[in-house]
C-alpha cells in the first residue's frame, strides 16, 4: 500500500447518534480515510456542536437516500420506455432549446 505522507485515520461509526434515540439497532465499523477529510469533518463537526460519529452518520444517510432516489428513477424510466412512454421529440426540442445560449 503506498502511503501518501498524511495519516491514516479510523473512524467508528454508531448508528445510535443519528436518531437520538438507543431504540435503534446498531452496528460498529470502521473506515480509513485522509487526515484532511477527518479534520474537515471535525472542524464542521465543531461548528454545529456534533459530534464526528453523528455527522458521518448524516453523510450515510444522505448518500444512501440519494442512490436510493436515483435508483427508483433508473427504475421508473425503464419501465416508462418498456411501456413505449417516451417524451414527443418537440418537448425535447423545447427543454433542449432552453440551454441553447447558455
Known sequence: MQRSGTEDYVIIVNHNELKG????ATEAFSVRT?????RQLDKLAKHQDRSRNYMVNQAIN??????????????AGIEAADQGRFTSRAE?????????NV
Open 21 to 24: 434515540t438507543n431504540l435503534m
Open 34 to 38: 485522509d487526515s484532511r477529510i477527518v
Open 62 to 75: 444522505h448518500f444512501l437516500e440519494l442512490h436510493a432516489w436515483q435508483e427508483e428513477r433508473i427504475r
Open 92 to 100: 425535447m426540442e423545447r427543454v433542449f432549446g432552453k440551454y441553447e
